[in-house]
Protein backbone atom coordinates (compact mmCIF):
# COMPACT_ATOMS: atom_id res chain seq x y z
CA UNK A 1 0.00 0.00 0.00
CA UNK A 2 1.50 3.24 -0.83
CA UNK A 3 1.30 5.77 1.48
CA UNK A 4 -0.09 9.17 0.68
CA UNK A 5 2.28 12.07 0.85
CA UNK A 6 -0.55 15.19 1.39
CA UNK A 7 -2.03 14.22 5.81
CA UNK A 8 -5.79 13.76 5.71
CA UNK A 9 -6.80 16.31 8.49
CA UNK A 10 -9.27 14.44 11.34
CA UNK A 11 -12.02 17.65 10.58
CA UNK A 12 -13.10 20.62 8.54
CA UNK A 13 -15.64 22.94 6.88
CA UNK A 14 -17.00 23.03 3.65
CA UNK A 15 -16.56 26.49 2.78
CA UNK A 16 -18.11 27.82 -1.06
CA UNK A 17 -19.16 30.42 -2.90
CA UNK A 18 -22.12 31.13 -0.65
CA UNK A 19 -20.19 31.80 2.14
CA UNK A 20 -17.79 33.83 0.54
CA UNK A 21 -20.31 35.87 -0.69
CA UNK A 22 -22.44 36.44 2.71
CA UNK A 23 -19.49 37.50 4.60
CA UNK A 24 -18.18 39.97 1.42
CA UNK A 25 -21.59 41.88 1.93
CA UNK A 26 -21.06 42.09 6.55
CA UNK A 27 -17.58 43.12 5.61
CA UNK A 28 -19.34 45.80 2.91
CA UNK A 29 -22.23 46.84 4.19
CA UNK A 30 -22.31 45.68 7.58
CA UNK A 31 -21.77 48.34 9.76
CA UNK A 32 -23.26 51.33 11.24
CA UNK A 33 -27.14 51.11 11.25
CA UNK A 34 -26.58 47.52 9.68
CA UNK A 35 -24.08 46.35 12.51
CA UNK A 36 -26.07 43.89 13.68
CA UNK A 37 -27.98 43.26 11.02
CA UNK A 38 -26.43 39.65 10.06
CA UNK A 39 -26.28 38.73 14.13
CA UNK A 40 -30.27 39.10 14.54
CA UNK A 41 -30.14 37.64 11.10
CA UNK A 42 -28.54 34.26 12.30
CA UNK A 43 -30.34 34.22 15.79
CA UNK A 44 -33.91 34.40 14.10
CA UNK A 45 -32.88 31.56 11.14
CA UNK A 46 -31.28 29.72 14.11
CA UNK A 47 -34.28 29.53 16.22
CA UNK A 48 -36.47 28.56 14.21
CA UNK A 49 -33.82 25.91 12.73
CA UNK A 50 -33.93 24.31 16.37
CA UNK A 51 -37.53 24.49 17.21
CA UNK A 52 -37.16 27.49 19.68
CA UNK A 53 -38.44 31.10 20.65
CA UNK A 54 -35.19 33.02 21.59
CA UNK A 55 -31.78 32.94 20.79
CA UNK A 56 -28.42 34.63 21.58
CA UNK A 57 -24.97 34.36 19.12
CA UNK A 58 -22.24 34.08 21.63
CA UNK A 59 -18.56 33.90 21.56
CA UNK A 60 -18.16 30.35 22.08
CA UNK A 61 -20.41 27.13 23.41
CA UNK A 62 -18.56 27.31 27.05
CA UNK A 63 -20.03 31.13 27.08
CA UNK A 64 -23.68 30.00 26.00
CA UNK A 65 -23.67 27.23 28.85
CA UNK A 66 -21.96 29.51 31.10
CA UNK A 67 -24.66 32.26 30.63
CA UNK A 68 -27.38 29.13 31.07
CA UNK A 69 -26.03 28.68 34.23
CA UNK A 70 -25.63 31.79 35.49
CA UNK A 71 -29.66 32.76 33.74
CA UNK A 72 -30.98 29.94 35.93
CA UNK A 73 -29.51 31.28 38.88
CA UNK A 74 -27.08 28.10 39.40
CA UNK A 75 -24.23 29.34 41.77
CA UNK A 76 -21.72 27.86 44.43
CA UNK A 77 -22.72 25.24 46.52
CA UNK A 78 -24.93 23.34 43.96
CA UNK A 79 -24.48 20.20 41.96
CA UNK A 80 -24.97 19.80 38.28
CA UNK A 81 -25.09 16.56 36.93
CA UNK A 82 -23.02 15.86 33.83
CA UNK A 83 -21.95 13.16 31.65
CA UNK A 84 -18.54 11.50 32.61
CA UNK A 85 -17.33 11.45 28.95
CA UNK A 86 -18.03 15.14 27.37
CA UNK A 87 -15.74 17.79 26.05
CA UNK A 88 -14.21 19.74 29.26
CA UNK A 89 -16.22 22.84 28.67
CA UNK A 90 -19.82 21.18 29.70
CA UNK A 91 -17.53 20.63 33.69
CA UNK A 92 -15.57 24.19 33.05
CA UNK A 93 -18.81 26.11 32.63
CA UNK A 94 -20.52 24.66 36.03
CA UNK A 95 -16.84 25.47 37.66
CA UNK A 96 -17.30 29.31 36.38
CA UNK A 97 -20.19 29.81 38.59
CA UNK A 98 -18.51 27.98 41.50
CA UNK A 99 -21.06 24.90 41.54
CA UNK A 100 -19.94 21.62 41.87
CA UNK A 101 -20.08 18.78 37.99
CA UNK A 102 -21.03 15.66 39.61
CA UNK A 103 -19.81 13.03 36.73
CA UNK A 104 -22.07 10.28 35.76
CA UNK A 105 -21.63 7.23 33.36
CA UNK A 106 -22.27 6.99 29.83
CA UNK A 107 -24.92 4.26 27.79
CA UNK A 108 -22.55 2.02 26.61
CA UNK A 109 -24.30 2.11 23.25
CA UNK A 110 -25.03 5.97 22.77
CA UNK A 111 -22.20 6.88 24.67
CA UNK A 112 -24.22 9.97 26.27
CA UNK A 113 -25.07 10.14 29.55
CA UNK A 114 -27.32 6.92 31.05
CA UNK A 115 -30.21 7.90 32.88
CA UNK A 116 -30.52 4.74 34.66
CA UNK A 117 -27.39 6.41 36.91
CA UNK A 118 -29.05 10.00 37.93
CA UNK A 119 -31.05 9.81 40.24
CA UNK A 120 -28.48 7.83 42.79
CA UNK A 121 -26.25 10.68 42.46
CA UNK A 122 -28.85 13.62 43.13
CA UNK A 123 -28.84 15.35 46.49
CA UNK A 124 -30.55 18.42 48.43
CA UNK A 125 -27.95 20.78 46.59
CA UNK A 126 -28.43 19.06 43.14
CA UNK A 127 -29.80 22.27 40.87
CA UNK A 128 -29.33 20.67 37.41
CA UNK A 129 -28.48 18.40 34.52
CA UNK A 130 -26.56 19.25 31.74
CA UNK A 131 -27.11 16.49 29.50
CA UNK A 132 -24.80 16.33 25.78
CA UNK A 133 -25.17 15.27 22.68
CA UNK A 134 -21.94 13.20 22.02
CA UNK A 135 -20.26 12.94 18.40
CA UNK A 136 -23.81 14.10 16.78
CA UNK A 137 -26.09 11.15 18.94
CA UNK A 138 -28.88 12.85 20.99
CA UNK A 139 -29.19 11.65 25.30
CA UNK A 140 -32.06 10.03 26.23
CA UNK A 141 -34.07 13.09 26.87
CA UNK A 142 -37.41 11.81 27.35
CA UNK A 143 -36.15 9.61 30.51
CA UNK A 144 -33.90 12.74 31.73
CA UNK A 145 -37.00 14.92 31.01
CA UNK A 146 -39.17 12.65 34.04
CA UNK A 147 -36.56 12.59 36.62
CA UNK A 148 -35.93 16.55 36.13
CA UNK A 149 -39.45 16.96 36.40
CA UNK A 150 -39.61 14.56 39.19
CA UNK A 151 -36.91 16.50 41.40
CA UNK A 152 -37.75 19.76 39.94
CA UNK A 153 -34.49 20.22 38.33
CA UNK A 154 -33.37 22.39 35.70
CA UNK A 155 -31.93 20.84 32.34
CA UNK A 156 -29.39 22.77 30.28
CA UNK A 157 -28.39 21.31 27.05
CA UNK A 158 -25.23 21.04 25.63
CA UNK A 159 -25.80 20.63 22.17
CA UNK A 160 -22.63 21.47 21.24
CA UNK A 161 -22.21 18.30 19.11
CA UNK A 162 -25.71 18.21 17.73
CA UNK A 163 -26.55 20.11 14.74
CA UNK A 164 -28.78 18.14 12.47
CA UNK A 165 -29.18 15.51 14.70
CA UNK A 166 -32.73 14.32 16.12
CA UNK A 167 -34.96 13.19 18.81
CA UNK A 168 -38.11 12.31 18.13
CA UNK A 169 -38.37 14.29 15.35
CA UNK A 170 -36.96 16.96 17.58
CA UNK A 171 -33.78 19.06 18.03
CA UNK A 172 -31.71 18.84 20.66
CA UNK A 173 -31.27 22.37 21.97
CA UNK A 174 -35.08 22.66 22.43
CA UNK A 175 -36.40 19.84 25.21
CA UNK A 176 -34.59 21.65 28.09
CA UNK A 177 -34.81 25.11 30.25
CA UNK A 178 -31.72 26.29 27.95
CA UNK A 179 -28.92 25.22 25.64
CA UNK A 180 -25.92 25.95 23.76
CA UNK A 181 -24.62 25.13 20.49
CA UNK A 182 -20.92 25.22 19.00
CA UNK A 183 -19.36 26.46 15.64
CA UNK A 184 -16.07 25.81 16.38
CA UNK A 185 -14.48 25.16 12.76
CA UNK A 186 -14.22 21.25 13.78
CA UNK A 187 -18.48 21.50 13.85
CA UNK A 188 -20.44 20.46 11.07
CA UNK A 189 -21.47 24.56 10.67
CA UNK A 190 -18.99 26.87 11.25
CA UNK A 191 -18.27 30.45 11.86
CA UNK A 192 -14.54 29.83 13.07
CA UNK A 193 -15.42 30.46 16.63
CA UNK A 194 -19.02 30.89 18.04
CA UNK A 195 -21.77 29.37 19.74
CA UNK A 196 -25.98 30.48 20.14
CA UNK A 197 -27.42 30.51 23.28
CA UNK A 198 -31.13 29.24 23.13
CA UNK A 199 -34.51 28.79 25.40
CA UNK A 200 -38.79 29.10 25.29
CA UNK A 201 -38.40 31.19 28.44
CA UNK A 202 -38.63 34.95 27.54
CA UNK A 203 -37.53 35.97 31.22
CA UNK A 204 -34.32 34.08 30.75
CA UNK A 205 -33.92 35.20 27.38
CA UNK A 206 -34.12 39.12 28.50
CA UNK A 207 -31.23 38.15 31.92
CA UNK A 208 -28.86 36.19 29.27
CA UNK A 209 -29.30 38.32 26.48
CA UNK A 210 -28.43 41.48 29.55
CA UNK A 211 -25.41 39.13 30.40
CA UNK A 212 -24.07 38.45 27.70
CA UNK A 213 -23.35 41.94 26.53
CA UNK A 214 -21.78 43.50 29.84
CA UNK A 215 -24.84 43.64 31.59
CA UNK A 216 -26.59 46.01 29.86
CA UNK A 217 -29.95 47.57 30.38
CA UNK A 218 -31.64 47.78 27.06
CA UNK A 219 -33.51 50.25 27.33
CA UNK A 220 -31.20 52.77 28.48
CA UNK A 221 -28.31 53.66 26.82
CA UNK A 222 -24.31 52.67 28.39
CA UNK A 223 -26.52 51.80 31.92
CA UNK A 224 -24.95 48.63 33.53
CA UNK A 225 -27.41 46.85 35.41
CA UNK A 226 -25.10 43.96 36.37
CA UNK A 227 -22.13 42.55 36.14
CA UNK A 228 -21.79 40.75 32.79
CA UNK A 229 -19.52 39.21 29.95
CA UNK A 230 -18.40 40.07 26.76
CA UNK A 231 -20.03 37.15 24.65
CA UNK A 232 -21.01 38.26 21.62
CA UNK A 233 -20.24 37.36 18.19
CA UNK A 234 -19.42 39.43 15.76
CA UNK A 235 -21.39 40.56 12.43
CA UNK A 236 -18.88 39.04 9.98
CA UNK A 237 -18.79 35.30 11.71
CA UNK A 238 -22.64 35.95 11.97
CA UNK A 239 -22.66 36.60 8.51
CA UNK A 240 -20.37 32.73 7.66
CA UNK A 241 -23.42 31.11 9.89
CA UNK A 242 -26.07 32.53 8.32
CA UNK A 243 -24.47 31.02 4.94
CA UNK A 244 -23.74 27.65 6.22
CA UNK A 245 -27.04 27.35 8.23
CA UNK A 246 -29.15 27.50 4.43
CA UNK A 247 -26.65 24.57 3.64
CA UNK A 248 -26.77 22.58 6.79
CA UNK A 249 -29.13 19.51 5.04
CA UNK A 250 -26.27 18.92 2.61
CA UNK A 251 -23.27 19.69 5.50
CA UNK A 252 -25.33 16.87 7.69
CA UNK A 253 -25.83 14.90 4.22
CA UNK A 254 -22.11 14.37 3.92
CA UNK A 255 -21.30 13.51 7.56
CA UNK A 256 -23.73 10.77 7.12
CA UNK A 257 -22.33 9.59 3.86
CA UNK A 258 -18.93 9.64 5.12
CA UNK A 259 -19.60 7.47 8.14
CA UNK A 260 -21.75 5.01 5.89
CA UNK A 261 -18.34 5.12 3.93
CA UNK A 262 -16.80 3.72 6.85
CA UNK A 263 -19.48 1.45 7.95
CA UNK A 264 -19.46 -0.64 4.86
CA UNK A 265 -15.79 -1.61 5.66
CA UNK A 266 -15.34 -1.50 8.97
CA UNK A 267 -19.17 -3.25 10.38
CA UNK A 268 -18.52 -6.66 9.79
CA UNK A 269 -14.76 -6.84 11.52
CA UNK A 270 -14.73 -8.28 15.09
CA UNK A 271 -13.89 -6.21 17.69
CA UNK A 272 -14.27 -2.62 16.09
CA UNK A 273 -17.32 -1.09 17.10
CA UNK A 274 -18.96 1.93 15.66
CA UNK A 275 -21.27 4.81 16.15
CA UNK A 276 -24.48 3.74 17.22
CA UNK A 277 -28.24 5.39 16.19
CA UNK A 278 -31.25 4.50 18.29
CA UNK A 279 -34.02 3.84 16.24
CA UNK A 280 -36.00 6.90 17.13
CA UNK A 281 -32.65 9.17 17.08
CA UNK A 282 -31.17 10.91 13.89
CA UNK A 283 -27.37 10.73 14.22
CA UNK A 284 -25.19 13.14 12.26
CA UNK A 285 -22.29 11.33 12.70
CA UNK A 286 -20.23 14.57 13.50
CA UNK A 287 -17.50 12.39 13.91
CA UNK A 288 -17.00 8.58 12.97
CA UNK A 289 -15.46 6.96 16.09
CA UNK A 290 -14.13 3.78 16.15
CA UNK A 291 -13.95 1.62 19.91
CA UNK A 292 -10.91 -1.20 19.55
CA UNK A 293 -11.01 -3.98 21.62
CA UNK A 294 -8.33 -4.68 24.44
CA UNK A 295 -7.63 -7.77 22.86
CA UNK A 296 -6.11 -6.04 19.92
CA UNK A 297 -3.48 -4.87 22.46
CA UNK A 298 -3.51 -1.05 21.04
CA UNK A 299 -4.75 1.90 22.97
CA UNK A 300 -5.87 5.20 21.60
CA UNK A 301 -2.78 7.39 21.96
CA UNK A 302 -0.71 4.65 20.39
CA UNK A 303 -2.87 3.94 17.54
CA UNK A 304 -3.28 7.78 16.75
CA UNK A 305 0.50 8.08 16.44
CA UNK A 306 0.23 4.87 14.18
CA UNK A 307 -1.98 6.53 12.01
CA UNK A 308 0.51 9.43 11.88
CA UNK A 309 2.76 7.39 10.59
CA UNK A 310 0.74 7.10 7.12
CA UNK A 311 -0.50 10.63 7.45
CA UNK A 312 -3.68 10.43 9.27
CA UNK A 313 -4.94 12.55 11.70
CA UNK A 314 -7.17 10.62 14.43
CA UNK A 315 -8.37 12.21 17.63
CA UNK A 316 -8.80 10.38 21.10
CA UNK A 317 -12.34 9.38 22.18
CA UNK A 318 -13.28 12.28 24.81
CA UNK A 319 -11.15 11.12 28.55
CA UNK A 320 -13.33 10.51 31.09
CA UNK A 321 -13.50 14.49 33.07
CA UNK A 322 -13.44 12.88 36.62
CA UNK A 323 -9.56 11.59 35.39
CA UNK A 324 -8.48 15.13 34.88
CA UNK A 325 -6.46 17.28 37.08
CA UNK A 326 -8.97 20.63 37.54
CA UNK A 327 -11.91 18.13 37.90
CA UNK A 328 -10.40 14.73 39.22
CA UNK A 329 -12.42 12.77 41.42
CA UNK A 330 -13.05 9.27 42.40
CA UNK A 331 -16.01 7.55 40.71
CA UNK A 332 -17.40 4.36 39.55
CA UNK A 333 -18.05 4.93 35.89
CA UNK A 334 -17.11 1.80 34.37
CA UNK A 335 -18.46 2.47 30.93
CA UNK A 336 -16.87 5.39 30.50
CA UNK A 337 -13.19 4.74 31.66
CA UNK A 338 -13.70 1.19 29.87
CA UNK A 339 -14.01 2.41 26.50
CA UNK A 340 -12.21 5.93 26.71
CA UNK A 341 -8.52 3.70 26.06
CA UNK A 342 -9.33 2.21 23.17
CA UNK A 343 -11.05 5.00 21.35
CA UNK A 344 -10.46 7.37 18.34
CA UNK A 345 -12.21 9.39 16.39
CA UNK A 346 -11.31 9.03 12.26
CA UNK A 347 -11.25 11.70 9.68
CA UNK A 348 -14.01 13.05 8.66
CA UNK A 349 -13.74 16.65 6.95
CA UNK A 350 -15.70 17.66 4.62
CA UNK A 351 -13.54 17.94 1.76
CA UNK A 352 -12.97 13.89 2.63
CA UNK A 353 -14.04 11.11 0.11
CA UNK A 354 -14.72 7.64 -0.58
CA UNK A 355 -10.89 6.71 -1.72
CA UNK A 356 -9.48 8.39 1.47
CA UNK A 357 -11.46 6.53 3.48
CA UNK A 358 -10.71 3.02 1.89
CA UNK A 359 -6.64 4.29 2.87
CA UNK A 360 -7.60 5.10 6.32
CA UNK A 361 -9.68 2.01 6.14
CA UNK A 362 -6.30 -0.24 4.85
CA UNK A 363 -3.94 1.47 7.01
CA UNK A 364 -5.98 1.11 10.28
CA UNK A 365 -6.69 -3.09 9.28
CA UNK A 366 -2.76 -3.03 8.69
CA UNK A 367 -1.89 -1.44 11.96
CA UNK A 368 -4.02 -3.93 13.76
CA UNK A 369 -3.46 -7.07 11.57
CA UNK A 370 -6.73 -7.23 10.36
CA UNK A 371 -6.88 -9.28 7.40
Partial sequence: MKKIKK?????????????????????????????NKYIKW????????IGVKYAIATSSCSGALHLALLGLGVKKGDEVIVPDITWAASAAAIKYVGAKPVFVDIDPYTWCLDPSKIERVITERTKAIMPVTIY???????????????????????????????YYDKRPGSFGDAAGFSFHGTKIMTTGEGGMFVTNNKELFLKVDSLSNEGKDPNKLFWILRIGYKYKMTN???????????????????????????????????????????????????????????????????????LKEYNIISRPFFYPLSSMPPFKIKVNNPIAYNLSPYGINLPSGQNLNEQKVDYICNCLFKILKVK
Fill in 7 to 35: IIPVTGPSITKLEVRFVNEAVKNGWFENS
Fill in 42 to 49: FEKEFAEY
Fill in 136 to 166: GHPPAMNEIIDIAQKHQLYIIEDAAQSIGSK
Fill in 236 to 306: LQAALGLAQLKRIDELVTKKRQIFNWYKQRLQNIDGITLNAQMPHCYNTYWMPTVIINKRYGIKKERLMKK
